[in-house]
């Protein structure tokens, strides 16, 4: 299974940062990957390490995300993004 995404043990404790792209992806990923995810941020959380998460939608909206992680993703601040256009940027 070359192709398979390997999960590497990482001693978090060692992190001051955990960060997060995509995080809507995780919507495609199994029950196990989810449950590694969901130990990870409580790892985290507990340590009042900082953790950012960007993804394509709101955590409410993420799709086929077990729901406890959901809750835990609306713990912090959530921004909503976008591009400028051009008569509101800056010259």
Known sequence: MENEPEIQKVRSEE???LL???IQVLGEKDDMIQEKFFNLFNSFFGRK??????????????KNVQSRLIVRFKWGMTACL?????EQKGH
């Open 15 to 17: 992190l001051g940062l």
């Open 20 to 22: 997060v792209d995509d």
């Open 82 to 86: 976008s591009s400028l256009e051009d």
């Open 49 to 62: 390490t900082q953790i950012v998460l960007s993804g394509n939608s709101e955590p409410d909206q993420l």
